[in-house]
């Protein structure tokens, strides 16, 4: 009912800037709290933020809070992660997730989920 697709990863010095964005399609995508997520090597996957359905609600990993903020366009159906101050250990594959329901931080109550975008960030 929900397909995902990310963008704007890439390769980036620490201290820069990038924004990802989740593209969502679907009948009812903006009816799904959406959320982020990334992937280090060897690392299990850890949640980042997510955003409510309405937009009415915010909530982000203590590791990012104050350098990444998570929005939606309603009527694009796409979600976005605005990130800034990025550092090496925001290394990571980074995939947009869509659950129904309330917003959670654990990634295996979405339902549905985007293949993924590189993020690089080097010293």
């Known amino acids: 009912q929900v397909q995902l697709v990310e963008s704007g990863g890439g390769l980036v010095q620490a201290g820069g800037s990038l924004r990802l964005s989740c593209a969502a399609s679907g009948r009812t995508a903006s009816d799904y709290a959406m959320g982020w997520f990334r992937q280090a090597p060897g690392k299990e996957r850890e949640f980042v933020a997510v955003?409510?359905?309405?937009?009415?609600?915010?909530s982000y990993a203590d590791s990012v809070k104050g350098r990444f903020i998570i929005s939606r366009d309603i009527t694009k159906n796409t979600v976005y992660l605005q990130m800034v101050s990025l550092q090496p250990e925001d290394t990571a594959v980074y995939y947009c997730a869509a659950r129904l329901g309330p917003v959670t931080v654990r990634s295996s109550e979405y339902m549905y989920w985007g293949q993924g975008t590189q993020v690089t960030v080097s010293s």
């Open positions: 955003i409510s359905r309405k937009s009415s609600s915010t």
